[in-house]
């Protein structure tokens, strides 16, 4: 194995997996140990694996950081080199979007517009629009998402179901440092201070996880007793939902819940979710 082939072109990545079984996995480049978790569980559902490296303009809002979002090409295909991948798919947003932002888009209906919908209004009608893009492209059997990005994962889920797109969405859990902390290309605008201070997501939903049979108002307060001693960690959210509609549970929920939690940390903007039980 090798390091996997470049296409840029639409026409010729179908061409070349015209009748392959394909699993695909869509990112923004940058890769770190957990796309390439995604990449590892893609080549066993699937003889040929498909990475598509894109940074997709429609996804950020005005104030966000599509300029300095890191790229590195030369990096990612040695990352990917020895894993099985056959084609990086790297477009650019002219090959994407020849006649500039499209006109018809993908909408993410009322879960959209909550929690990162509502810091990012938009961001979810983009990574979908993208996201039915690439499985109109590629025309997987399988498409490979991340757990940390929980949002995102049960909107791609609900827009295979609802849309009937013969893609089958295959979630892959969280991959985190030692101590915790969620691996995100993001995490390399931390300082050491802000590094040192940014596992305390994780422990808040350890906390979190631990509270359970108490009761909603104790889950949340045992996560937000973690986070208050962070001073560097700013809170945009703390939200328990249920996995199944991705609605605030009410306060007499008993069953399968999700915490989210989003915070700024220095010039990072982090998300994390576990699952937990409430009894």
Known sequence: MSQPEVVTGIGELRARLEGRRVALVPTMGALHAGHLSLVDRASELADTVVVSIFVNPLQFGPAEDLERYPRDLAGDLAALDGRGVAYVFAPDASEMYPDGRPQITVRGGAVAELFEGRSRPGHFDGMLTVVAKLLGIV?????????????????????????????????????????????????????????????????????????????????????????????????????????????????????????????????????????????
């Open 139 to 279: 025309r997987p059997e399988f498409a490979l998402f991340g757990q940390k990005d929980a949002q995102q994962l049960f909107l791609v889920q609900r827009m295979v179901r609802d849309l009937d797109i013969a893609t089958r969405i295959e979630p892959v859990e969280t991959v985190r440092e030692p101590d915790g902390l969620a691996l995100s290309s993001r995490n390399r605008y931390l300082s050491p201070a802000e590094r040192a201070a940014a596992p305390a997501l994780h422990r808040a939903l350890e906390a979190a996880a631990s509270a359970g049979d108490r009761g909603i108002d104790a889950v949340i307060a045992a996560a937000q007793s973690v986070l208050m001693g962070e001073e560097l960690v700013g809170v945009d959210y703390l939200k328990v939902v249920d996995p199944r509609t991705f609605q605030p549970v009410p306060d007499d929920y008993r069953g399968p819940a999700r915490v989210l939690i989003a915070a700024q940390v220095g010039p990072a903007r982090l998300i994390d979710n576990d699952a937990i039980y409430l009894n």
